[in-house]
């Protein structure tokens, strides 16, 4: 079973403020994927990286992954209340349309 | 912007009985997966579907479950004999193909087996 872990699980800042979101593996991902899930509705892409030592900005979301492909991170800088949400990772293995596994999501909450 | 659309949005149905849930994928994805998210827990992967056969299964895809691409654009999962177990939110995602690792996600459909 490959395994996605991401912390931390909650994370409640004050707007304004920086944060990073990890997600880590034992495995290496041919891909990985950075998602938003509001409740009730799916999974919104944000990005995806897919070589090693890749970094990528989506305004203030930064987006890295890991050299050898087990590990990322989302850096959001400058907290809005409008961050707020449910981030997922999800890596592929393999073929690049391969199935994704899911971390278990860290739910943002910015107060403002 | 093309996206993935699901019906219906929420579907509620008694243990035993057969339920079907629709799909359009983006029109142009070769690609095609359904996904579950049993409430408080993450998402899971069910099968992929390309060119008129399944790709790749996982353990929770059983007899119970089967897919169908019926026409040129609706991409269906149906489980046959419904448990208590089987509610959650199922997600229909497409990917290009081509080279893509992009999958896109529709809304999803509750369901909810009584």
């Known amino acids: 079973t490959q395994l996605l872990e991401q912390s931390p699980q909650f994370l409640s800042i004050q707007e304004g403020e920086n944060l990073t979101v990890y997600c880590n593996s034992s495995s290496v991902f041919s891909s990985l994927q950075w998602y938003r899930q509001e409740p009730g509705e799916g999974p919104v892409l944000l990005v995806t990286v897919v070589t090693g030592g890749e970094v990528k900005k989506l305004k203030r979301l930064t987006f890295q992954f890991g050299d050898a492909r087990k590990d990322s991170s989302l850096h959001i800088t400058a907290a809005q209340t409008g961050d707020t949400g449910l981030y997922l990772c999800?890596?592929?293995?393999?073929?690049?349309?391969?199935?994704?596994?899911f971390g278990q999501g860290t739910i943002l909450t910015v107060h403002p | 912007e093309p996206e993935v659309t699901q019906t219906p949005s929420h579907q509620v149905t008694q243990m035993g009985q057969e339920v079907i849930l629709r799909c359009v994928p983006i029109?142009?994805?070769?690609?095609f997966y359904w996904y579950r998210q049993i409430l408080g827990q993450k998402v899971e992967f069910l099968v992929s579907?390309?060119?008129?056969?399944?790709?790749?299964k996982s353990e929770i895809f059983d007899d119970q479950f089967s897919v169908e691409r019926p026409d040129g654009s609706n991409f269906t999962l149906k489980i046959r004999s419904t448990k208590l177990e089987d509610s959650a939110m199922y997600f229909c995602a497409s990917l290009l193909l081509d080279g893509a690792y992009e999958q896109y996600f529709g809304p999803g459909t509750r369901l909810t087996v009584t």
């Open positions: 029109s142009n994805h070769l690609y």
């Open positions: 999800a890596g592929a293995r393999g073929t690049s349309y391969g199935k994704l596994t």
């Open positions: 579907f390309y060119n008129n056969e399944i790709s790749e």
